[in-house]
């Protein structure tokens, strides 16, 4: 009965789990950051043909957003360029 619940106490101290992060769309908390999103800022260097745009010294904000609302999000972006990615 005096012995402390190990297990979680190991969950609580995880470093993973210290920091607290709220989506910047919802405002919801953010449980595993692993998964969410963070933004960032950097350097673009253009490419001509195809391919992700590379972004050197990449900066991470302390901003963050769930998967849900970045999905959401793009969906808005896309549709306001003319469905250039339908
Ligand atoms: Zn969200």
């Not at 402390?4 to 609580?12: A, G, H, K, L, V």
Request: with cysteine; proline share 3%; net charge positive.
């Amino acid at each position: 009965m005096d012995r402390p619940n190990t297990d979680r106490i190991m969950e609580q101290q995880h470093p993973r789990q210290t920091g607290v992060a709220y989506c910047e769309f919802c405002r919801e908390k953010i449980t595993n950051l692993n998964t969410a999103y963070r933004k960032v800022t950097g350097w673009e260097a253009k490419r001509k043909v195809g391919g992700t745009n590379a972004i050197r010294l990449r900066v991470p904000s302390h901003e963050w957003a769930c998967t849900w609302c970045i999905e959401k999000e793009s969906k808005k972006v896309n549709a306001n360029q003319g469905g250039l990615f339908v």
